[in-house]
């Protein structure tokens, strides 16, 4: 489907979206070098900043860069995935939409190597690594969840989802198959779940490109225990929520949730009883993985419930405690990125 030409012989048109929200310090360096990576792919990439800050904070910053071609779009209503449906629509009739997030970074050749990668795989879409770049050092403990480990797979490598911070969608296949981002889910996380998911359930080929990369700046405020804890748990319960939303008709949920409890039964003593030994040993790092490993389980139980954490909450946003959706055919969900043990709750 991710052909390189339009029907007429020209190349396939790009687009770079930046999903921005009150970090417009971020911007500048980002910006200057997207523009630098957009002549690298035929015909030249254009580059969209979506704000979606009520106010348009970034409006300022990214309008002084229209005359190197980077578009402003205001989306004033909240959430994630209001702004990527934003980007959606204003990506227009191009071939190929990339999401960014605003606090990363892209690898040299990052955009020639995602884009090239689509146009000879044919794929409905193409996912690339993100690598935590600490702010500061973080404590063992913290380490010790897997939290800002990198995954890594074999470049080609056919994947079940994939988060949207390093993802290009051939819109194509997103028009033909009339998917959006789940606006219930913009300030609860776990929108992009969801859609990844819906386009491999739809018969849709995501691969993984480990060549384009990215690296992300993580904030001294997330390096906490606190903080990992709640993303093991909101990440997970994502996961096994897109997995009950997937499933076919009632009998398929409630299996999938017996499933998923059952495992997390388990799986769960056995953390506990790592969590134990760690202590008695004083080796953080353990401790930090048994914790992670429970919070995780946690969050695929009461996400397979319909549960999720708001994680993306803003003060004038209405909580959000539970988001029921509409069941649709049934998709197995890779595990949450992070921590080994948990790599295997939906594996036999």
Request: aromatic share 6%; hydrophobic share 45%.
């Amino acid at each position: 489907m991710g052909e390189d030409v339009s029907g007429d012989g020209i190349p396939a048109s790009t687009v770079v979206a930046v999903l921005t929200y009150r970090r417009t310090h971020l911007l500048p360096p980002l910006l200057a070098e997207l523009v630098a990576q957009a002549g690298t792919v035929e015909p030249r990439a254009e580059v969209l900043v979506v704000d979606n800050d009520p106010e348009g904070s970034a409006a300022e910053v990214v309008l002084g860069w229209a005359a190197q071609g980077i578009r402003y779009a205001h989306e004033p209503r909240p959430g994630i995935s209001a702004a990527r449906n934003r980007a959606l629509r204003e990506a227009g009739d191009a071939a190929a939409l990339v999401f960014f997030d605003d606090d990363e970074h892209p690898s040299p050749d990052w955009l020639a190597t995602i884009v090239g990668a689509w146009r000879a795989w044919g794929c409905a879409a193409v996912a690339g690594p993100v690598e935590a770049q600490l702010a500061v050092p973080a404590e063992p403990w913290v380490l010790g969840t897997g939290v800002f480990d990198r995954p890594t797979r074999p470049t080609g490598a056919r994947v079940r989802g994939a988060g949207a911070g390093n993802l290009l969608l051939d819109l194509r296949v997103v028009r033909e198959l009339g998917l959006r981002f789940d606006e219930r889910l913009g300030l609860v996380g776990g929108e992009d779940t969801l859609f990844t998911h819906a386009l491999v359930h739809a018969g849709a080929e995501i691969r993984w490109c480990d060549e384009a990369a990215a690296v992300e700046y993580v904030p001294a405020e997330r390096l906490t225990r606190r903080w990992v804890r709640r993303r093991c748990f909101r990440s997970a319960g994502s996961w096994s929520r897109a997995e009950v939303l997937l499933a076919r008709g009632r009998t398929g949920r409630w299996r999938l949730r017996g499933s998923v409890v059952a495992k997390a039964g388990v799986r769960g003593l056995r953390a506990l009883l790592a969590l134990a030994a760690a202590t008695v040993t004083g080796r953080a790092r353990a401790r930090g993985r048994a914790v992670a490993t429970l919070a995780s389980y946690a969050g695929l139980v009461v996400g397979a419930f319909g549960y999720t954490v708001g994680e993306y909450a803003r003060p004038a946003a209405a909580p959000v405690s539970a988001v029921p959706g509409p069941a649709l055919a049934p998709v197995a969900i890779p595990a949450p990125a992070g921590a080994e043990e948990r790599d295997r709750v939906t594996q036999g």
